[in-house]
């Protein structure tokens, strides 16, 4: 009897499915296909307030999501939100529903009109029907899970109340309620990788980069804040909205020295290639940062830039909250600070103030950055292959793995003035894979310029080509002298009242360098105390 019934109930089915496809045709519609399943129907000759309600309640599971103030879809080719207009809404929604407008034989499928989609989308009915999303991740990131919430104990070093049930997992692809992200799984990885594996990969990476070094036998500060940057992308996910993170800068002595280069290393993972915007002015630096605000974005490069001297920036770095100009409108909305800011220049002359705001990687090239040759030769193509992806995101999360199944250890020394929860948490996990790297150790290298910096090189190179083998030393007022004779000290000094000490300032931004005379000679430049007072001797090589 029950197959009986079941027979009869696929006959109904088909006939109603018979039924639907001659109204199509009647009306012109092409249905959606149904992969053999049939879609339910909402009739139009009801109250708008039901149609809503109706059609809120079919598209719960589809991927329709509530973003701030806007309805989005996810776009899989590109990893981005697509905003849901009323038009794209008319059709977009027959894939999942029919909408059945009556006529005299009975119900007629329809495309709805404008006007009803415009009324369905400003529905509050329709809306709470309708997941909200926070983010969208284009691959797989470590996220909470426990039985409470996490809570923020600003007494403490660490961040998660004792004896707590909470570690850390990668999300699923797709969507998670829990956080309300969106995840596409663009790159996979492995999920298994020894922590050894992790370690020595990322080992030989980085080692040929030209770090500066705090005193003669340490780097552990700048290659600290560089761990920091990438365990901090990988690791967005744990930190609430409004959570400040510090602003990453890269900061060479000169072009080439491989900025650029490792702020990608830091996003391309995660992210891809990485959009960036070169040099803007103030005005402009304004609307790109309401645009990062306003679209929630996860990262923003200010890339190559001249110096870092903006009250605009100050405020977006410390801030837990944002109100954006709507572009076009005279209007603004709230929005929870999720923008970590990544900046690279030469030679940068920081601000006291935003230093508080930063975590700073010092690139200190001796050497001509064009003569510098790499073992291993890394590009920005070869960082954002999928390949590559892939390997950086298998050792960052073998990295933090290791320290969520160790009991997530905290780390005291682990602290930012501006980004606290941040520093406890991922201080915490670059002190679990080395002990020896110090993101947040205070920063004694320093370096800073500008056009100078070019002319004061042509003077140096200009004295060593006079000279002989054995090299010689020069105090500085015989500095001064033949940057006179060259007509270079305007151009290294400026306009300064106390040329001497001026030159003297920008003399110690090269100490330590290698450069290449006229006569293609190598020397090392230096500084010496003597009683009488500096002397810079050249040293050929």
Partial sequence: MNDQNESNDQELIRKIRHGLDLAAKAANI???EQNGQDLPTVQLD???????????TILTPAPLFWFHTSFVTIGKERGEFELMTTDRFRTWVEKYLYVMKPNRAGYTAATMTRD????????????EKIREVKSLNKVRLPAWRGSSEVKVDPRQAFWLEPESDFQIELLPPGYDERTKTYTL????????????EARTFLTEILESFPWAREDENSNSRSTGVHFAAMIGVFCNCLFKEGTIKPMIVYNGNQPGSGKSLLMRMALCPVHGEPAESSKPNNEELRKILDIAALQSKPYLVLD??????SN???RFTNSPVHEPRILGKSQTEKRYNVTQVFTTGNMLSLAEDLVRRCLVVDLFEATKATER?????????????NETRAKFLAALWAIVRHWSENGMPAFKEARHTSAPQWASVIGA?????????LPFAKRTFSLGGDESTAALEALICSIASDLEPSGDEFTTAELISAAEELNLLEAIAGHAKDQRKALGHRLKKIRGRTFTDKRNRKFNFGKQDKSYGAVYPFKFL
């Avoid at 009801?46 to 809120?56: D, L, T």
């Avoid at 009803?116 to 809306?127: H, K, Q, V």
């Avoid at 996990?429 to 790297?437: Q, T």
Wanted: glycine share 2%.
């Fill in 373 to 385: 040759r790499f073992e291993n030769e890394l590009t920005p193509d070869w960082l954002c292959l």
């Fill in 46 to 56: 009801q109250p708008v307030s039901k149609i809503a309600h109706e059609i809120g």
């Fill in 312 to 314: 605009e920036l100050n």
């Fill in 429 to 437: 996990i670059v002190n679990h894979l080395n002990p020896g790297l």
């Fill in 116 to 127: 009803m989609a415009s009324m369905i989308m400003a529905s509050d009915l329709f809306r």
């Fill in 304 to 309: 190559d830039v001249a110096s870092l001297y």
């Fill in 30 to 32: 092409e249905l959606p």
């Fill in 185 to 196: 799984e663009e790159v996979e990885y492995r999920r298994d990788l020894p922590l050894e």
